[in-house]
């Protein structure tokens, strides 16, 4: 059996709100940098690949929403890339965010022992945000 193979054993198919992933991304790519076992950081690497079309469609829908609702910001009438939102339109904008953020997405998340990482050091707030990925 091959190492994808293998990976795909040790992970579970399930569904998670995009919510979850979308703010544990920043987490995982931290304890991705760290030194782990081989094969937890194979896992990792893996279902970082698996979820990146998935996180490029949600900033797509972000980026199409900030678009439509905000007012670009301009110094010395060139636009800076950040954007202004009237009351109405950024409550407009935070529901509509809502409602893509409380879409459930199928995924294969890896099976992801707290034990297997050892002594890697993860800042409280990190693993908060990766408790759904993680196995006691």
Known sequence: ???KQEAKNQSVNKKVKLREIVEGINALKELSNQ???VFESFKISLFLKNIAPTL????AERNK??????TPVKEKGKETGNFNFEPEKAKDFNE????ILDVDVDVDVP??????????KI??????ALMWLLVE
């Open 123 to 128: 800042e409280p707030i990190n693993l908060s």
């Open 1 to 3: 059996m091959d190492k």
């Open 35 to 37: 030194k782990l076992p």
């Open 96 to 99: 509509k965010m809502a409602s």
């Open 56 to 59: 490029e469609a949600y900033e």
């Open 111 to 120: 099976v992801i022992s707290v034990k297997a990482l050892g002594d890697v």
């Open 65 to 70: 929403l900030v678009q439509e609702l905000g």
